[in-house]
Structures are given as structure tokens and as C-alpha cells.
């Protein structure tokens, strides 16, 4: 077990959590507030920023030892706020915390919500990779999904977004739309990789609990997961079809797939979320953000008023919606569920470091079933899913639960 | 202090189920005094939370009430009441034989039915005199006339002065209680003879052993005597006596020849005091025993398996209890390849069988597997051994085989003349063998057919009243055994034999039942890596095919912020859910699909 805090000099990554966007999607069921709900307004998003400064105050008195290897600004659409907002979130990181020099620092974007002005600042704040929202470049998809763009803004940010230096930026893609056939998605694919973005989140769509597409299409999302005849979402077969196309697309262009839904350009992949699947340690920062510290996993709390009041007291409350403290056990199932999301798959070498305990032995049948079934292979010290396994990484995750 | 028999009445209250039956004997207790309203619940003879829910009586019960009569007099009334449920009849045939007279309840606007008229049969078969009630006369629909008529014509019985009332509302019940003074007779028998009870129930205490309801024919009994059931030969020293007060056992010095009450004796198994069997003292005994009740035998056979393996002991000790109070449950151990341990356990009918799983399910917590009910098939081998099959796993292989019997029914249907041609066309579906019909009346015809009881205990009760809209009523008795031509239809699931899926089946309608299972299967069994091929065979020829097709994707697309404790949950779920599942072969196969097969003609 390792020591801890103070003292500590171990490397984490920082998440933070911006709730707020211009309008709610269709298919989002993220913690995030519209202009429409009372908890959007100049003032309320004032008091929140404060509220994040101190908690990262109040953080670095326990982590701030730690030299911080990436952040990731998220949300919501952090781009959102007033860029005189971001200012200030930065200025406390940097102020708190040790920040590595080469770190990774993301922001997420909704097209048309930034100009030249405004990213020209983030890239003065040390900001050194985007992430674009895009979806989709048919404008009636985006109708469909609720999006506030059009691929018409896309096209101008993007502009701004070379203009201003940014040469690391990601674009977010989301496949398997109601409606949805393979050329409509490779139009989409052909117009993003026109502008040769380093990095590509592509998703096929999950209709969450909660959200608009649930009332609409979750009947059908059901039918879809069953195999059978759809009326609205692809078929499963064309869903495995669009899958394949997007790979071998992506590929012709010069990506490689890291993992489920992600690809880059060498060298460019997300170290960010890499360090999700790697069990790095992370502090979240924000109403409902995620941490992991120590094996323990932690939930911020997610009632945005009690949130901002716990942090604008003199003396703060840091208070959490969950605390998990994992056990052995449970730290290694999660190693192999997440680690088994990357094409790299996970290390026994690391494995060994980590738990000091053989990978070989503490998983033996669970790999030996696997492997049997065609969802992973063992090869030169590694365990990695298959391309099968890739799309069936829920039966694999079963395994180790 | 020993009453006058003269002042007694022992008597039950019979009808077709709904003819309001319960709502009398409430009304009736109600109106003697015996409770006031506050402590009226509801029904207060149908004290099983499942009785009162589903509005029928499973276990005879008794009480005792008190009437001042309009002659000044005070009468003791036991009355028992008796299940309505045709699966019953063994409930209603030992509690009549404690009565000495009957209520018949007809309903003012349904009129006679089915199970009236079985009632009835039964009711006279025991000697008892019937005095009937029309029942529901408050209803707009209600005609009394009409059924005064039909009871005369069809049942033979004087109806002419029968009491009109509304037991719901309560008026002129009091015309019942005097009926039951001036109409019924008292009992018979005689103090001084030595003693002769007969058993028409009974329910076991954890703190007083086994409560056995008595009904004194010649004779009394106290606490202390030395008594021995005739059958079972068993002997104990009585240790209290007693009657039957309102919800509760209230002790008494003596029961004395003609009284209804209860025994106890530190009895500690069920099976020493057999529903039927008379009890006597040891040192006194009387000559012979009271004619008894002819033995019980199940009619349905099922599996039952504990949904957790882990709960084998739990549903063992469920069943033991169940038992002590239904004499009537059979069970013996069983093992399938498909569901593990479990019991194979025998009903007196359909209905026995779900009651008996609700209460295993809801009092003792168990959630259940069952497999498909079967009748009791007799197969005749080529060595000329006979066997009665009770399991289809258990069925030797056809070349051993003679030739195979089953149970069949005789059926009795009521039905208006409007469902005739579509009740008819039912019985015909389902092997019927006509019998003949007859008009009660212009509107209402009875039709007799011979049935065979494996096409009744599915869902005939459920397709009776949806083609007749509700306006059929059914009721029969076991008939014997016919010879027929079954087979024995496997499923295989990825070419395994599923035993827990096995039964046995009409050769004509073998395929259809093979297509229909196969398609239901594959609606219920989950999607795996391979493609699952299910297949209805009878011996080595396929009949019926179909496929689950193999997963293709499963995954979580997004794993967001890092919060990944929500998706963990999610997995955690699934893994549950599979954990209930049953495995056979690589196959992973859900309680829900054992239980799919048993309802084929929902659409």
C-alpha cells in the first residue's frame, strides 16, 4: 500500500467539471444546466467558478504535492463561460498546483460557441488541445440530436482554431443515429478528415435514461440490442457494419484506433483519458466530478446550490455524493476491465509492478475462457482484445467483475 | 354443562364461486352478534392473506356463533365453510360429511351453475338436507323468479319460499337464520355411546402440535381421554378441547355428540390425524369407523426448483410446513440436468399447484422454477409392467413401450346459448369427446364431454372464458384412463436436451405444440457469442427449429470524466442477472424461459 498524501510526489491528472451549456441535447444525460433552468444565469456561473477556485485551493492542501501531468476542462460546454472565467479557473490551477511542463490541457468546445479572440486567450492560458462536439456535419443529424451548430460554424471555428495555433484538437463523432446509413456517416468522416484533425472520438449513440432520445427511441433501442428488426436506430447488423466502415475509414486516413471509440494520429492520443483506462490517479474538480486517489473513488456532490455553498464558506465543506475504497480485488478487475477498453490491451509486466502478484495466475481461467471465445489474445507479455472483443468489451468486462 | 342437541345447527354454505358465499357467512356472523362491526374484517372466514386477495376459500374454516331465535330460544350454529374451487372437492366432500345440513347460495341474476349443481350432488350425496337462498337481489339485473324456477326444474329441490336477501347489504338474512332453525335439522347421537368423531381438518401450531377438527358423532370427549384414530392407529391423551370462536380457538370442558369443535393432544405429525379418519377412545372404542373420505390423490404433477440452488434446504423445510396444513401437497425429491435439486410435487389441480407456489413464493420467500405441469400418464411396458409416470424424463424408451394411457375428465360446461357453437369448438380443439347437451332453459344449455385432463390444465379455464366472455362455468371429475397415442416431446437447446423442458404430449398436436415452444424459447433465451440453435424433437426426429442468432456487440461506448463507478454497476447487474441464470451445456438459460412454456396460447 502506498503512502499517504503530503509528501507524496506521485503524478495526477486533474479533471474539471463545467455544468453548463447553451442548450441541452437530445441524447445527453451529462450533469449539465441550460439557459433555460434557473440554475444558468451570469451570476450563478460567477459564483460557481468561485466555488471551483476554492475547492482546487482547498485540494492542493492535500494533493498538491503531486505534479500534474494533464487537465481536462469538461462539461457542459466549458466553452460556455466568459473567456474572463476560464482565466481565473486557470490562474487557481496554476497557482495551486505543480503543473508539468509538457502537460496535456484540454478544453471542451462547442462549434460556434468560440472565436479567434477567445481561443487565442486559452492558448495564452497554456490550453494546448481542443475538443470539438461536432457529431456530425449533416445538418439535419444535428437537427436530430439537438445541437445548437451547424456544420457551417464547425467549418468557421475550425478556421479560428488554425488561425489562432491550436495544431492538437479532437473532434467528437457519434454513429448508429436514428435514421442513419453508412453514406450519410462517410460523408461526415470525409468532411472532418478534410482538416486532418489529430485526434477522432467516434461513438455509436446510447440512449440514456432521462434524455429526450430515451421517451423516443429506447423501445427500439431495446429491439436493437436483441438483434431484431428495427423501426428508427440501425439495425445491429448495420450498426457492426457502420463500425467496420469507421475503422477501416479512419484507418486509409492515418489513425490508429487506441481504443473502442477512439483514434489518432501517432503520438497524439489523448494521455488525458489514456490515464482513465490506466488507473492513473485523478482529482476531480467541480459539481459531480470523479476522482481517484489512492484506490479510493470519489463523487463530488451533484446539487449545483449546496455546492457552490459549501465552497464559498470561509471555512469550506468538501463534501462527497460517494466514496468507494477499492479493494485488491477490486483494483485489479478494474485494471483488466479498463485497461482491455485500449487496442494495447494491459501489461503483465504492470500488472505484476502494481499488485505484486502474477497476472497469469490471479485471472488464469477468466484469460483462458476468453481467449477460447476469441475475444483476446495473449501475446509478447500482453493481454489484448481482439477486434471482436473490441465491440464486446461489456462480456469480456463480465469476466472480471 | 352440556347443551341440548336440539339447540344445535351444523351446517355449510355451498355455491358456484362469486355467488357470494363468504359475504353470507359474514353477514351471518355479523347478524348473530357473535362480532360487532368494528371487528368485522372483511370476509372473516378466508383468513389466508391469499384468499382474501384472490376472493376464494382454500382451507375449510369454522366458527361458532350464537342465535336467539324468534322462538325465544338460544341455537348454537357451527358453521363451515367449504372452498369453492372444483380442485377442492376433496375440501368440500369432508367438510359436508360434518354437517348435518346445507345453504345452497344462488346467485339472483347468474342463477344455477356448473359447480352449483356439483355442489348440490355432493350435498345430497352426504344425506344433508339443502335449503336454498337467492343471493343478490339488490342487482338491477336480478331475477328471482327465473331462478326459483330453474332451481326447482333443475336441481329438484323446493325454492318457492327460499329467503330472497342481499348479503351484501344484508337484507333479510335474518330470514336465513330462521330458515336454518326451522329447516335444518338438529343433530343426532347419543352422550352415553362410546365415542365416534370424524376429522375434517386440520392445522398444525407450533405451540400445540396439531389442531384437529372434530365433528362429535356419537359420544363425548374431555381433556384427559385416552383417544386412538382408526385408521392411523396413532394414540394420545387429549389435552384440550374446545370450539371454534371468531378467528380464535376458545377451550372448552367437553365435546359431546353432535357438536363441532377442535382436539388437541401433542400431536406432532400431520399424517397421525388423516382428514376422514374417525377418532375414538382407546378404553371405549365404538364398533366401526365412520364411513371415510376416499383418499386424495394428485391429479398434476410439476417440478418445483429453487431459482437459487443454494435454497434447496430452505424450499425442503417450506414444503415440510406447507404440508402439515394440505394434506393434499405431495413432494419427493427430484434431480434435473437442467435445474439441479428440487422436488417433484403433486397438485390437486391447476389451481392447487399456483396457490401452493404463491404461498411457497410470498410466505416463505422462495423464488421458484417450475417446469411444465403434467398428469399422471400410465405406460404400459412390453414386459407387461405398468407405471404410472408423474416425471416425462422418466418416460422408458419406446421400444419398451406397449402402449401408454391417460387421465381424462368428465366435464361438465354451462354456457348460454350464444358460446355454444364456440365452447363446442373448444372441447373439440382440446380432444373432446361429446357427450350430450341439455337446455336448462331457453337461453343455457349443459354440455358434457369427455376431456383428457393434460388439455385442461394449461390455460382451459382462461380460454373457457374468453370465448364465452365469462358466460361459461366449468366443472369435472376424474373419469379414468383411455388409451392414447403420446409421444414425448425433448427440447434441445445447442443440440442438448433441456429434461426441465420435456413432456409429454397428443401426437396430433406434437408439432404445433414443438413450433410454439421453440418460438417462445427463442424470445427468452439471451443472445451469446454463438449461435444457439433450438430445436423440438420426438426421439430422434426434428420437428420444429429455430435460432439465436450470436451477439454481435456489447459495449459501452463512452466511460466519461472518469466516473466510471455507474458503468461498474451496470456490469455488476448483468452479472446478477446471469447468476440466476440456469446453465446447460454453454448455454445460459433464464428462469423465465422455464416459466414461457407453460402459458403457449397467450397471443
Known sequence: MRTNLDNSNKEIELYIHIPFCVKKCNYCDFLSFAPDTFTNDLLTKEMYVNALCSELEFKSRIYGNNTVTSIFIGGGTPSSLATSLIVRIMDSVHSFFKVAIDAEITIECNPGTVDFEALSIYKSLGINRLSFGLQSTDNNELKLLGRIHDYRSFVNSIEATLKAGFDNYNVDIMYGLPGQNISILHKTLSDVTRFSPKHLSVYSLIIEEGTPFYEKYNDDYIIQCQGKITSFLPKESELCEMTDFVKAFLKGRGYNQYEISNYAKNGYECRHNIGYWKRAEYIGIGLGAASLYDNVRYKNITDIDKFIKNWSMSNPISEYESKESLSDDEAMAEFMILGLRMNEGVSADEFHNIFGRSLGDVYKENIHELIQQGLIVNEGGRIRPTSNGLELQNIIAGKFI | ?603
Open chain 2, 1 to 603: 354443562m352440556s347443551i341440548d342437541k336440539k339447540y344445535i345447527r351444523n351446517f355449510c354454505i355451498i355455491a358456484h364461486i362469486d355467488h357470494g358465499k363468504s359475504t353470507l357467512a359474514d353477514r351471518i356472523i355479523e347478524k348473530t352478534g357473535l362480532l360487532t362491526e368494528r371487528e368485522m374484517q372483511s370476509q372473516v372466514l378466508d383468513n389466508m392473506d391469499l384468499e382474501r386477495e384472490r376472493g376464494i376459500t382454500i382451507k375449510s374454516q369454522a366458527v361458532r356463533i350464537v342465535y336467539n331465535a324468534r322462538d325465544g330460544h338460544e341455537y348454537i350454529f357451527n358453521l363451515i365453510d367449504t372452498p369453492g374451487h372444483v380442485d377442492f372437492n376433496y375440501e368440500v366432500s369432508r367438510s359436508l360429511a360434518a354437517c348435518d345440513g346445507a345453504i345452497l347460495v344462488v346467485d339472483a341474476a347468474q342463477g344455477v351453475e356448473a359447480q352449483t349443481l356439483a355442489n348440490v350432488y355432493l350435498a345430497l350425496d352426504h344425506d344433508l338436507d339443502v335449503i336454498p337462498v337467492i343471493n343478490k337481489i339488490d342487482l338491477p339485473s336480478a331475477d328471482p323468479k327465473r331462478v326459483i324456477d330453474e332451481i326447482e326444474d333443475v336441481i329438484g329441490i323446493e325454492a318457492e319460499n327460499a329467503p330472497q336477501i342481499s348479503a351484501k347489504t344484508g337484507l333479510n338474512v335474518e330470514d336465513v337464520l330462521e330458515a336454518i332453525v326451522n329447516d335444518l335439522p338438529a343433530p343426532t347421537g347419543e352422550n352415553n355411546n362410546p365415542l365416534q368423531a370424524l376429522i375434517f381438518d386440520s392445522i398444525y401450531d407450533p405451540y400445540k402440535g396439531v389442531i384437529v377438527f372434530i365433528r362429535v358423532k356419537e359420544g363425548m370427549v374431555r381433556p384427559g381421554d385416552p383417544i386412538r384414530m382408526m385408521a392411523s392407529k396413532a394414540e394420545f391423551d387429549v389435552v384440550e378441547v374446545g370450539y371454534f370462536g371468531a378467528g380464535q380457538f376458545v377451550p372448552c370442558d367437553e365435546l359431546t355428540a353432535g357438536m363441532v369443535g377442535y382436539v388437541t393432544a401433542s400431536i406432532k405429525n400431520v399424517s397421525d390425524t388423516r382428514v376422514g379418519d374417525t377418532v375414538t377412545n382407546r378404553d371405549n372404542p365404538c364398533n366401526e369407523p365412520l364411513p371415510g373420505y376416499k383418499k386424495v390423490n394428485p391429479m398434476v404433477y410439476c417440478g418445483l426448483y429453487p431459482a437459487d440452488g443454494a435454497k434447496y434446504p430452505d424450499l425442503r423445510d417450506a414444503l415440510e410446513k406447507l404440508q402439515l396444513n394440505d394434506a393434499a401437497l405431495q413432494y419427493e425429491p427430484e434431480t434435473s440436468i437442467a435445474l439441479g435439486f428440487g422436488f417433484r410435487c403433486g397438485f390437486l389441480g391447476l389451481l392447487h399447484l399456483e396457490i401452493i407456489q404463491e404461498r411457497l413464493e410470498r410466505e416463505y420467500n422462495l423464488d421458484l422454477v417450475t417446469t411444465a405441469p403434467s398428469v399422471v400418464y400410465r405406460v404400459h411396458k412390453t414386459d407387461g409392467e405398468m407405471i404410472e409416470l408423474t416425471n416425462p424424463s422418466n418416460l422408458p424408451d419406446p421400444s419398451e413401450i406397449d402402449y401408454m394411457e391417460e387421465p381424462v375428465v368428465a366435464a361438465e360446461i354451462m354456457v348460454t346459448s350464444d358460446y355454444i357453437g364456440a365452447i363446442m369448438n373448444l372441447c373439440q380443439e382440446r380432444r373432446g369427446e361429446y357427450i350430450s347437451m341439455e337446455y336448462m332453459e331457453e337461453t343455457r344449455a349443459l354440455l358434457k364431454y369427455t376431456l383428457p385432463l393434460n388439455e385442461i390444465i394449461y390455460d382451459f379455464f382462461d380460454a373457457l372464458k374468453s370465448r364465452s366472455r365469462g358466460y361459461a362455468s366449468f366443472d369435472y371429475e376424474m373419469k379414468g384412463y383411455v388409451k392414447s397415442n403420446l409421444v414425448k416431446l425433448d427440447i434441445l437447446i445447442n443440440k442438448e436436451p433441456v429434461d426441465a423442458l420435456s413432456f409429454i404430449v397428443f401426437e396430433g398436436t406434437a408439432y404445433e405444440r414443438g413450433r410454439k415452444m421453440c418460438e417462445k424459447l427463442k424470445g427468452e433465451i439471451p443472445r451469446h457469442l454463438f449461435e444457439i440453435p433450438i430445436q423440438a424433437a420426438i426421439g430422434n426426429k426434428v420437428i420444429a427449429r429455430e435460432t439465436v442468432k450470436a451477439v454481435r456487440k456489447d459495449v459501452l461506448a463512452k466511460c466519461y470524466g472518469g466516473d466510471i463507478s455507474r458503468k461498474k454497476k451496470l456490469l455488476e447487474k448483468q452479472k446478477e442477472g446471469k447468476k440466476r441464470m440456469r446453465q446447460v451445456g454453454n448455454v445460459d438459460i433464464p428462469q423465465s424461459a422455464f416459466m414461457s412454456v407453460l402459458k403457449l396460447d397467450e397471443n
